[in-house]
C-alpha cells in the first residue's frame, strides 16, 4: 500500500563552505574556487578579529549587577557563600571572578575582561559543537535532510565524507553566528556568569554529542561535570537539565540512542548530585531572596527572548530576528530538493528538533517557574539557551543546497549582527560614572552621600572609592552591597522621615549632603521623593546637580540623578 506521505526527493550535497571546502577543480573553475577561498577566509578571519575586539571595548562604567558581582567576588573566599546566600545567585562565577581579580586586578577592564576571554573561549567550543550537531543530524535526518544525495551515501567512506561537509558546515556557521551574536557580544562584556553560562551550555551540548556517539563512563562524566557548573553558575540551569532530562527520558524508552540516552540521563543525575551541597542555600534563597525588583514575566516572553538574542529592537536587530526565525523554520520543518527549492514537512525533520524542543521547553518551564514563585524573568537568564538556539539556525543553512546562496545567507547574519553588536562598544549602561564626576569635583572629606534605592549605590560608590561618608535607604547601610533578604517588606516597613533624620545628624552642620535618586523602582512608591522633598525642606540652600538623562544616542540603562543640599 502507498504511504500518504509526500515522498521528499533526493538532493544534491552541500558543498562546504569555504575555507572548509573540500571540492576541487580544474582550470579556470580552480581559479574561482581558489579564490572564493581566499575571499571567504579573509572575510572570516575579519568577522574574528572584530569579535575578539568587541568583547573587550565598552566605555561604560560598570552598573550595578556588576559592580555588586566585583565587591561580592573581592571579599575573602569564605565569606563568598554568606554574601551569595543574601544576594540570591550561586557561586561558580565568583569563586572563579575572585581568584582572576587577584591577578588582573579589580578595575572594569580587569574583572570584565574574565567574561571576555570565556566569551574568546566559547567560540573553538561552539565551532566543535556545531560539527557534533551537524554530523549527528545527518546521520538522524538521512540524506534529504542533510541535502544529500543517494550516490553520496553510497558507500561507507563517502558517507563518512558527507557527514564531515556536513559537520563542518554547521559548525563553521555556528561560531560565526556566535562571534557575532548581539547577545554574546554584551554580555562578554559584563563582569557577570552569562558568558560562563553559555560557554558552559556549549559545552554540555557537546558533552552530549559525545556520549550519543560512545556512550563511555568517560563521556557520561563530563557530561556530569559540565551540567553540574551550569547549576552552580545560573539557576535556570535547573529549567535547562529539567527540559533536557524531560526529551531525553522520552528517547530512553526505545531505539538506536536508547542506552545512550539512559546513559545521559545519570550524567544529569550525577551533576545535580553534585549540586546538593548548595542545596539549603538555594532554598533560602527561593523562600527569601528571589528578584524583588520587577514582576514576573508572562508568556510573551517566549518570543521576546529569540528577538533578543539577535540584538533586541534595533533595525538590525530585527532584521537578524527575521533571518533567524527563517533559518529555524527551515532546519526544523525543511529539506532541499535542488538549488532552488526547499519543501516543508509539517511532521518536522528529524535532526535538530530535539534542541528546538529544548529551547522552547525551558522557556516555558521557567516562565511556568515564575508564576508559582514570584519570580520574574529577564533576557539575560536565558543566556543558557542561546548556543542550543543558534545550533537550530545554523542547521537550516543546510537545507540551501546552492553553495552561494549558503554563503550569502551566512554572511547577511553575520553583517546583521556586527551592526547591532558594534552600538554596545558606545553605549551607557549607567550613570554611575557621570554622578561620581560631579560629586567629586567640588565635594570634601566628610561630606554625607545617600541613596535611593539602595540598588544605585554599589556602582556610584565603586568610582567614589570610598572618600566619603555614604548610606542607602531603606535599610541604612553601606552602599557596596544590596541585601536582597526580604527585601519588599523591608522597603514596606522602612520610615524616609527616620533616613532623613540620621543624614542630617551624619552631615551636622557643616557637610553637605548629596543625595542620588531614581524614581521607577519597584516596592519604592514615590519614597525617594519623599526623602528629597524633606531634606530640601530642611536644607533650602539645594540644587539639582545632574538631572537623569542621556548624553550619547543611546538609552542609558540606569539612569539617576544628583542632589546637592548645602548647610544652612
Known sequence: MRSMHPVIPPVRSPEVPTPLSDRTGTGDTTTVRGFERNLVATASAAVLAAA?????????????????????AKSPLHLIPHLLRDDGAPPLYYVLLHFWMKVFGTSDLGARSLSGVIGI????VAWAAGYGVGSQSWRAAGATGAGLDKAATDGEASERVARERAGRLVAWTTM??????????????????????ILLSALG???????LRRPTIWNVLALAIVTCGLEYSHYWALFFVASTAIGIAWFARSGPHARA?????????????????????????????????????????????????????????RALALLFGFLALLAIFGAGLDKR?????????????GLGLLSG????????????????????????ILMPCLLVVAYGVTTLADRRVRQGVVAVAVALGLAASIPNAFLSRTQASQVASAVLASAH????????????????????????????????????IVDWVDYAATVKHARTSRFVQLLLSRAGRGKVIWYVSAPGYLNFGDDCQVIANDLAATRPQHEVVGERASDTPFEIFEGESLYRYAPS
Open 176 to 197: 560565526l553566528l556566535v562571534a557575532t551574536s548581539p547577545f554574546a557580544v554584551y554580555y562578554d562584556t559584563e563582569a557577570r556568569m552569562y558568558s560562563l553560562v
Open 52 to 72: 575578539v575586539v568587541l568583547r573587550f571595548w565598552t566605555p561604560s562604567s560598570m552598573w550595578l549587577d556588576e559592580a555588586l558581582t566585583v565587591n561580592i
Open 261 to 317: 540516552c539512559r546513559m545521559a540521563l545519570v550524567g544529569l543525575a550525577a551533576g545535580t548530585c553534585g549540586f546538593g551541597p548548595w542545596v539549603p542555600t538555594f532554598i533560602f534563597q527561593l523562600h527569601h531572596t528571589g528578584t524583588p525588583w520587577a514582576t514576573p514575566a508572562d508568556f510573551t516572553a517566549l518570543v521576546y527572548t529569540f528577538t533578543q538574542f539577535a540584538g533586541g529592537d534595533s533595525d538590525a536587530g
Open 361 to 384: 521547553g525551558t522557556l516555558l518551564i521557567a516562565v511556568i517557574a515564575g508564576k508559582l514563585s514570584g519570580s520574574t524573568f529577564a533576557d539575560r537568564y536565558s543566556a543558557v
Open 121 to 124: 573561549l566559547t567560540l573553538p
Open 445 to 480: 572629606r566628610g561630606d554625607v552621600v545617600a541613596y535611593c534605592p539602595d540598588q544605585l549605590g554599589p556602582a556610584v560608590s565603586r568610582e567614589l572609592g570610598g572618600r566619603f561618608d555614604e548610606v542607602a535607604f531603606p535599610r541604612a547601610s553601606a552602599p557596596e
Open 205 to 211: 551540548v557537546l558533552a552530549f554529542v559525545a556520549v
Open 341 to 353: 527549492r526547499v519543501v516543508l514537512d509539517l511532521r518536522t525533520r528529524p535532526g535538530v528538533r
